[in-house]
DNA sequence: TTTTATTGATTGAACGTTCAATAAAAAAAT
DNA sequence: ATTTTTTTATTGAACGTTCAATCAATAAAA
């Protein structure tokens, strides 16, 4: 089987056969022989790619989070609308992409979320992109609202992000993206409605069975 | 040190040096002797009381879920307004209890919630936890509104608070409770806004500070 | 003296890593 | 075209470590 330049191939193959394991019987239990089975190669290979099994598991958690910049980057490249509302709008469905939301990603990042809190070099990844996030989040509402109100309005809306991500990890039949879209959508509404210049009223994406407000 | 009825201490002393010990080293080193040298007694004990790590994890478990539920219970006693807002204020100050959001406490809750995706036996542990949660949620929503609105609400909420919980409990910093608390009540008074019967109105038991603007 | 609680050395299983051996492809030589 | 040599990728058995669990020995209370 040797050919000349494997290496990416096989670092794929490792990346996504981690997930799968981490997806099968969980962090804990994800051991290299398990991995490397899974991805068809011996045990031994691992450590010759990555270092060692920390080296995988660090790469793994850089691709994961490399994949949700890529899909909130997509959609945001993709905007005909430059509001504030449609960026905004670009994140949360990135967030809530096809390839973050599939049961190998979902778990693999609780598992990551957990083990960041004793693992220096993981803390550090998971502290940028929740920098990433909660920076891209202000400076959109910064354009609608003074600058307290924009910051509460991020850390609200990161939290419900996190949060229907966590519970649809967590929930024996999954995330339902489509409701979970809704419920992040309705709440980015009623943030924005108390500021709307009208400019900028429910543009509806989504409708969240609006209301003649208080 | 051989005491008669030394069982009911022992217990708690290993359960809250587990949460400890996973505080500080994460739920991976959290060996059996760890946890032992934290309580000051030796390995073996653990086997003794609990039958094994396995039942000493699922015996703490256990206990944060109790603590959030006699959390919760005692503030929706303690309610003079019975109004639907007011349980569910209850149900989110119990949430950001003080012994719900020490470090210890939150870190062992994250991994737990990790873990539980593959062990059965936490999995229903925090499932039966979940429901309660939502349901009560649900419950009170309801009263306010027709039943698909009250479950949304309730689905909204509950992935607010538990976003937050997440976040605080991965920042470096820790959780800060009050503003948690802050952007729980906010959410939870925009989700009341559109229903309120003038009865049910901003009572406000926290001002959201509301901003002189930039 | 009996009962109860506790210890800690021991055991066996499981893990990650290493490295000499190997096999396949690529390059060079014929 | 064929053979030989070199390079590259891969294997898997062996090693040292670490862990949870066990249990005979022990020490303190009753």
Redesign the interface.
Known sequence: MPKVGMEPIRRQQLIAATMAAIDE?????ATVMRIARHAGVSAGIISHYFGGKDGLLEATMRQILTDLGNAVAARRHALGDHSARAHIGAIIEGNFDRTQVTGPAA?TW??F???????PML?RL??VN?RRLYANLCHQFRRLM????AR?AA??L???????W??G??T?EGLDAD?AR??AY??LD??LAHHSQRLQAPQTPIQP?D?L??
């Open positions: 019987v969980g962090l804990a239990e778990k609780l598992a979320w957990a083990s960041s809190m004793h693992k803390q998971q502290y929740d003074p600058r307290d109100e509460n850390r609200g990161a939290a419900m992000i996190d949060g229907l966590l519970r990890a967590l024996p409701q809704r419920l309705q709440y009623q943030l069975t209301t407000s208080t």
